[in-house]
């Protein structure tokens, strides 16, 4: 079996764009996972912003659960609240992920010289595959 590592955050399209990425690999089905990562940001909450229960309620993570299940992924919504990096790398060593794929942002030509923060750390981090997808092409 193999089993995909999707960390999202709550840009939809982003969200939407690695959902497609695995949508979009020829792969059987019944032997592949997909577990969605969704870490929630404690700034956010410190500043008092509306930070949902669970993951299951914030729109990025719906809509690609959604769309991975159509494609008849198994796939799992878990959430945490640590800082994103470790969540990551933790989970993908606990749970015997095979691969790693990230959301890239738009960058800006010097920009893209670099990855972001999360993805750099992630990449570095780790002994497994990581893929990053680029923007919608819609």
Same mark, same amino acid.
């Not at 870490?39 to 509306?50: M, N, P, R, T």
């Not at 930070?51 to 299951?56: F, R």
């Not at 993570?61 to 494609?71: A, F, G, I, M, Y």
């Not at 993805?119 to 923007?135: A, E, F, K, M, Y």
């Given at each position: ?12 399209? &982003? ?9 979009g ?27 949902p229960?669970?993951?299951? &309620? ?33 989970y ?12 890239? &942002?738009? &960058? ?31």
């Amino acid at each position: 079996m193999y089993h995909w590592l999707l960390p999202v955050d709550a840009n939809e399209e &982003r969200a939407m764009t690695q959902a497609e990425y695995l949508t979009g690999l020829p792969h059987p089905t019944d032997e592949c996972v997909v577990t969605v990562l969704y870490v929630f940001d404690k700034q956010s909450a410190d500043a008092g912003e509306h930070v949902p229960a669970t993951a299951t &309620r914030v729109g990025s993570v719906k809509r690609v659960s959604e769309h991975l299940e159509e494609h008849g992924l198994d796939t799992t919504v878990i959430d945490d609240s640590v800082e994103t990096v470790d969540a990551i790398l933790r989970y993908a060593t606990e749970n015997d992920a095979d691969e790693i794929v990230l959301g890239g &942002r738009k &960058r800006s030509p010097a920009g893209k010289a670099l990855f972001g923060s999360v993805t750099q750390s992630v990449i570095l981090n780790t002994d497994l595959p990581v893929t990053v997808t680029g923007r919608s092409s819609e």
